[in-house]
């Protein structure tokens, strides 16, 4: 079985953006949420899958990722993912032999960034790096779609867009 063990963090300054070696743009949406589980298709540039994720327990949960054809991700996103679509860039940067995914989002989330580092086991001592604020791991007011609910709640309001959630530097 597929596992995925993340943890997840705000960011305290930029300083991370001088070592990121690669960045790519991508388009996640989410097809179905039940129970904490999750399908959701994402588009790279190039490529793009289809991930299967179940409910979290602790640090960990199953993820099952599957390549597929970019002509059904796109019909996936445009007809079966309504408004759970996000737009992000994808940083990455090495520190001290973990490497940080940190998703700068555009569109209704533009403002937030946050960081991520998989683990190989629930235990690993991850040494964070300088730039690296609070974890947010088991806060759900940071899960994507609490996030972009929180958004939707704004713009019904008339508030700006990115009146709820953003990183130190946002």
Same mark, same amino acid.
């Given at each position: 079985? @597929? $596992? !995925?063990?993340?943890? *997840?963090?705000?960011? =305290?300054?930029?300083?991370?953006?001088?070592?990121? +070696?690669?960045?790519?743009?991508?388009?996640?949406?989410?097809?179905?949420?039940?129970?904490?589980?999750?399908?959701?298709?994402?588009?790279?540039?190039?490529?793009?899958?289809?991930?299967?994720?179940?409910?979290?327990k602790?640090?960990?949960?199953?993820?099952?990722?599957?390549?597929?054809?970019?002509?059904? @991700? $796109? !019909?996936?996103?445009? *007809?079966h993912?309504? =408004?759970?679509?996000?737009?992000?860039?994808?940083? +990455?940067?090495?520190?001290?032999?973990?490497?940080?995914?940190?998703?700068?989002?555009?569109?209704?989330?533009?403002?937030?960034?946050?960081?991520?580092?998989?683990?190989?086991?629930?235990?690993?001592?991850?040494?964070?790096?300088?730039?690296?604020?609070?974890?947010?791991?088991?806060?759900?007011?940071?899960?994507?779609?609490?996030?972009?609910?929180?958004?939707?709640?704004?713009?019904?309001?008339?508030?700006?867009?990115?009146?709820?959630?953003v990183?130190?530097?946002?």
């Open positions: 079985m @597929a $596992t !995925e063990i993340e943890r *997840k963090f705000l960011l =305290e300054n930029s300083s991370w953006r001088a070592a990121a +070696y690669k960045r790519e743009r991508l388009v996640d949406g989410l097809v179905a949420a039940s129970d904490g589980r999750k399908v959701r298709v994402r588009l790279y540039e190039d490529r793009a899958t289809l991930a299967i994720k179940s409910a979290r602790g640090l960990k949960r199953a993820e099952f990722e599957y390549e597929i054809p970019l002509a059904d @991700a $796109t !019909e996936l996103v445009a *007809k993912c309504g =408004e759970k679509v996000l737009a992000k860039t994808r940083h +990455y940067v090495e520190h001290m032999g973990y490497i940080w995914e940190i998703d700068e989002y555009v569109g209704l989330l533009e403002g937030v960034v946050i960081a991520e580092v998989e683990l190989d086991t629930e235990d690993d001592h991850v040494p964070l790096p300088p730039w690296i604020g609070r974890e947010i791991t088991y806060d759900p007011n940071y899960r994507k779609i609490n996030l972009l609910n929180a958004r939707f709640a704004s713009l019904n309001r008339g508030e700006p867009a990115r009146a709820s959630f990183s130190a530097d946002g």
